[in-house]
């Protein structure tokens, strides 16, 4: 530990810090958009600092909780909340993660953003975003967890939608807003199944308490949470909001969908890994096999996809997958390892996707080519995250990924063979993109448009005029990308290096490993020589394939296609999964369940209410003819009842009905 512990105070600072530059932007700086944007650099700035003194903190703790209690907050009969900040080696981690993504993505929002018309807007959204997600990875109550877990799924709704008045955009929005709401409900039935249960929401005492409760209980439990998880994580069945959310401006898809929303569900899993842990075995073979399959899965989408943002998405939704693989096998320090890389290098790839489009004015690969001639530095730390997504040594991606399949090959073998295929694809689209993007001859880009009006997040969605002319379309046009661009690029390129380095060590496996129980602690670094062979071949052999087809053309991807039959056209139909959801579940039976309710509501419910109102309307017309306003009518009605109401009480008095009818008075008065 090199600096005094943390204060509290500070690590609050680290969440209010962008609170305070969305507060500012809303109220203040609307109409000084450059100052918004400098405003929010300085706020994520202040958050990273801090970020860096709470992971030296932890780091001298050997990763355990720093003792921050909880402060009160509401009491309602049995019913209590407490908010507080945990800070451990996971959250550490993942403060550091989330703020030194943010930072760099905000300078690079800088250059890419200038002179859209919603400039400050989007600084504000980015800074409640930020402000959200470090909210949720440092909450110490599952509620406080869940409000900025929602949170998180709002801000990346505008985001997505940032360019609303575009309908794919406004679509992509609602879709992933849509989606992952089905995994909340299950998450949300998780937090009201473990309250009723322990009357906690403390995280630390739900993980404790996990071990007292029946295993239908935390397999409740458990099961929501990984429904949660696989929808903000964008794993199957509800992986295909993603791809469409690369409508959002590319900054957005920077660290909304490499390092921080789609992480949170690999976090979130983490966080509970004692309870996932204490769930019955069927639990964690569910979440492994899941994320093993989503990995393979969307690995075969990317392999086809000609825009290149949504090869990074797909390539995001297949790493995801073997996080979640990882902690289903019980690798948890592997799982977050390789969050903490992929979250660098594929936010370098997505950075180095923008700037690509930055000057072709597309990201339709087919319409690139010969770039990097051109962008020289964008060509350079593309390839190097590319290199280590796909896991070449000695990058990061290399470290972080083999401790992944060796926690799969000691574990199941069959995930082995899964998770070596999938680094295998993932270096062929990944080297794919690179030779159809870099290599060969340029092949025009596209033409400039209007400000947000474009079909793509290109730059001519907010290029001014003569940049456009710059952009347009020839040799003569093609450029390197602004300084306020190139540099995240080469910064986010040195963690994706020589972060993968400090595995050896141990360090980071123990800081993780802080986190849990005792009893959990098992990390001890290790290297398998079958694992390291078998994946260093799968990468290279990827490399190797995508050189021969998309450099070489030796076999051409064409005659290739030609011998796969229907194959080709049904990944490229995404496997009809869109088909599905939005044809058959959405129009089908969402809108019958929808078209059945509201004959319900119409027939039942209003039929009800309506004929009760009816047959009053009915008797008010009844008794309104009886009151002509007439006096004669009056005083003869009158007389009409005095003659009624003098032959009851003869009738009773008289005993006539006694007479006519024995013993039928006290029947019916007894």
Same mark, same amino acid.
């Given at each position: ?481 602004? !300084? *306020?661009?190139?540099? =995240? $690029?080469? @910064? ?5 290096? &020589?972060?993968?380095?400090? %595995?050896?060590? /141990? ?53 290739? !296609? *030609?011998?796969?039959? =229907? $194959?080709? @056209? ?5 496997? &009809?999964?869109?088909?599905? %959801?939005?044809? /058959? ?86």
């Amino acid at each position: 530990m090199l600096l005094p512990a943390i204060p509290e105070a500070a690590v609050w600072a680290i969440y209010f810090a962008p609170v305070a530059s969305f507060v500012a932007i809303v109220a203040a700086l609307r109409s000084r958009p450059l100052l918004a944007g400098r405003v929010t650099i300085a706020a994520v700035l202040v958050a990273w600092l801090l970020a860096l003194w709470a992971l030296d903190t932890v780091s001298g703790q050997d990763g355990e909780a720093v003792g921050f209690a909880p402060h009160h907050w509401l009491s309602l009969f049995e019913f209590e909340v407490e908010l507080g900040v945990r800070l451990d080696g996971l959250s550490a981690m993942m403060l550091f993660v989330v703020t030194s993504i943010s930072l760099l993505v905000q300078i690079y929002s800088t250059g890419y953003m200038a002179g859209d018309g919603g400039y400050a807007r989007f600084f504000a959204f980015m800074s409640l975003f930020t402000a959200a997600m470090l909210g949720l990875v440092m909450a110490s109550s599952l509620l406080q967890l869940f409000i900025h877990w929602e949170l998180v799924g709002l801000t990346s709704y505008l985001l997505i939608g940032f360019w609303f008045h575009k309908p794919s955009a406004a679509a992509a929005a609602k879709k992933a807003f849509i989606v992952t709401r089905f995994g909340d409900f299950g998450f949300m039935l998780a937090v009201i199944l473990i309250w009723s249960k322990t009357h906690t929401f403390d995280i630390f005492e739900i993980n404790e308490a996990v071990h007292d409760l029946p295993q239908a209980v935390v397999m409740g439990f458990v099961l929501g949470l990984f429904s949660g998880a696989a929808g903000k994580s964008a794993q199957f069945p509800l992986h295909f909001w993603l791809p469409d959310a690369m409508e959002g401006p590319t900054p957005v898809s920077s660290i909304v969908h490499s390092a921080t929303m789609v992480a949170a569900g690999v976090y979130l899993l983490a966080r509970f890994f004692p309870s996932v842990h204490a769930a019955p075995g069927g639990v964690q073979t569910l979440i492994a096999y899941t994320g093993g399959f989503t990995a393979i899965f969307a690995a075969s989408m990317g392999i086809v996809s000609t825009d290149i943002k949504r090869v990074l998405a797909y390539s995001t939704i297949s790493q995801l997958g073997y996080m979640v693989m990882a902690l289903g096998l019980g690798g948890y320090p592997a799982a977050m390892f390789h969050l903490f890389t992929h979250a660098f290098f594929k936010s370098l790839l997505f950075q180095g996707a923008g700037s690509v489009s930055h000057a072709t004015n597309t990201f339709e690969m087919p319409l690139m080519g010969g770039l990097r001639k051109h962008m020289p530095i964008t060509f350079a730390t593309f390839v190097i995250g590319a290199l280590s997504l796909s896991g070449v040594f000695p990058l990061a991606g290399f470290w972080s990924k083999d401790e992944i399949l060796l926690d799969a090959w000691e574990n199941d073998k069959f995930l082995f063979a899964v998770a070596t295929t999938v680094a295998f694809m993932t270096a062929l689209y990944m080297f794919r993109a690179i030779f159809m993007t870099f290599f060969g001859e340029y092949r025009g880009g596209a033409p400039a448009e209007d400000h947000g009006s474009s079909a793509h997040d290109t730059h001519d969605a907010h290029a001014t005029a003569p940049a456009q002319d710059a952009h347009g379309g020839g040799h003569g046009g093609l450029h390197e990308s602004p !300084r *306020s661009m190139v540099f =995240p $690029l080469v @910064m986010l390129s040195i963690p994706a290096i &020589f972060f993968g380095l400090i %595995a050896p060590s /141990g360090f980071f496996g123990e800081l993780m490993e802080g986190a849990l129980d005792p009893s959990l602690r098992h990390f001890e670094f290790e290297m398998n020589p079958v694992v390291m062979v078998a994946s260093t071949f799968a990468a290279l052999g990827g490399i190797g394939a995508a050189a021969a087809i998309y450099f070489a053309q030796v076999p051409s991807s064409l005659a290739i !296609r *030609s011998r796969l039959g =229907p $194959l080709p @056209m049904v990944v490229e139909r995404l496997y &009809f999964v869109n088909e599905f %959801a939005e044809t /058959g579940m959405v129009r089908g039976v969402l809108h019958g369940f929808g078209r059945g309710a509201a004959l319900v509501d119409r027939l039942v419910v209003d039929g009800a209410v309506n004929g009760v109102a009816y047959a009053t309307r009915l008797a008010g017309d009844g008794l309104r003819r009886v009151q002509t306003g007439q006096v004669q009518a009056n005083t003869s009605l009158m007389m009409v009842g005095a003659v009624a109401a003098a032959g009851a009480l003869l009738a009773l008095s008289g005993g006539l009905i006694d007479r006519v009818s024995p013993g039928l008075v006290e029947r019916l008065m007894p």
